[in-house]
Structure formats: structure tokens, C-alpha cells
């Protein structure tokens, strides 16, 4: 049995470290939005909206991006159309985490670290936000396309791009890379 242990530490060890990460990141994220009550929303979903309503304002577009009166959500107009709406899970938070547990778990220097992670956490967020003021237009003009824009399309390439994140994490920063 210690033969194993020895053998598979490298990778004890990073299991450990991620899903303890992801445990934790998790429980004090979910201790935040607990604060908000049932009918709030909670303040990152809030500066979500207020940057996909500035963002779009910048090019242009007719936006208005307010609270709803019927629940606890952002609505986003666009051409005077309530196209899309921004909920808690909206806000890129909970891939935050993901790509956060992925690269304390494959950690490398401690500075190096810690300018990945929030260099990663900018960068998640910024591609959210576009990811949301981008939607809201080919909503508009494509609704039939919900699904596979929504549920297919935007995941896989924010899921996509932290992915190659982490491959340049493993390959180039990590304590493992070559």
C-alpha cells in the first residue's frame, strides 16, 4: 500500500489540493450570496450588468440593463426588447473557482502563482461580460437560437479558453513544467 502512496503522490496531491480549493472557494462564495436573502443580487452580478450595459453603450447599441420587478435578476434590454437575463450564475464566479482550484493544485512559484491566477481572473471575467453583451445582440436577432447559442456556443468557448489556460498553466508556469 505505501508502494501506491509513493507511486501516486504527485497525483494525490494535486486531487487533494483541487477539490480542498474547490471545496473551500465554493463554501465562501455561497456564504456571500446567502448574505443577498432570497430577493437580492448579489453585488458581482450587479457590476456584471453594469459593465455589459457599458460596454455596449460604448458601441453604441440601445441597451438598458436594470433589476427585474418580478425576481431576483438582472433584464437586459436591447432595442427596447428584454432579450436576456442576468442571473447569479451569470457572472463567471463559479469558473473562477474551477480555473483558480485547477492552478493552486498544479502551483508553481508563489508569485508567478498568484499573477496567473488574476491575470485568469480578469481575463474570465472580461470574456464574460463580452460573452453577455454579445448574446443579448444575436438573441435579438436570432431568438430560435437559444439553445445552441446559450447552452452550446458561449460554454464551450469560455470553457474552452480556460482550458488552454490551464494547458499554458501545466505547460509553462507550473512546478511540473519543463
Not at 50 to 55: D, E, G, H, I, R
Not at 118 to 140: E, P
Amino acid at each position: 500500500m505505501k508502494k501506491y502512496l509513493v507511486q501516486f503522490k504527485p497525483f494525490l496531491i494535486f486531487i487533494g489540493t483541487f477539490f480542498a480549493a474547490y471545496i473551500l472557494f465554493t463554501l465562501v462564495y455561497k456564504y456571500y450570496l446567502d448574505s443577498f436573502g432570497s430577493d437580492g443580487i448579489d453585488g458581482i452580478t450587479v457590476v456584471v450588468g453594469s459593465n455589459v450595459n457599458w460596454l455596449m453603450s460604448i458601441f453604441n447599441y440601445d441597451v438598458l440593463v436594470q433589476k427585474s420587478l418580478w425576481g431576483s435578476y438582472l433584464e437586459v434590454w436591447y432595442n427596447n426588447v428584454n432579450v436576456v437575463r442576468i442571473v447569479e450564475g451569470c457572472n463567471a464566479v463559479s469558473v473562477m473557482i474551477l480555473f483558480v482550484s485547477f492552478v493552486l493544485a498544479f502551483s508553481g512559484k508563489l508569485k508567478t502563482t498568484l499573477l496567473f491566477i488574476l491575470s485568469g481572473i480578469l481575463f474570465i471575467y472580461i470574456l464574460n461580460v463580452v460573452r453577455i453583451a454579445t448574446l443579448t445582440i444575436l438573441m435579438f436577432r436570432f431568438p430560435e437560437k437559444e439553445h445552441l447559442l446559450h447552452g452550446v456556443l458561449f460554454p464551450l468557448i469560455i470553457y474552452g479558453l480556460v482550458f488552454i489556460l490551464w494547458v499554458i498553466w501545466v505547460n509553462k508556469f507550473s512546478k511540473y513544467a519543463k
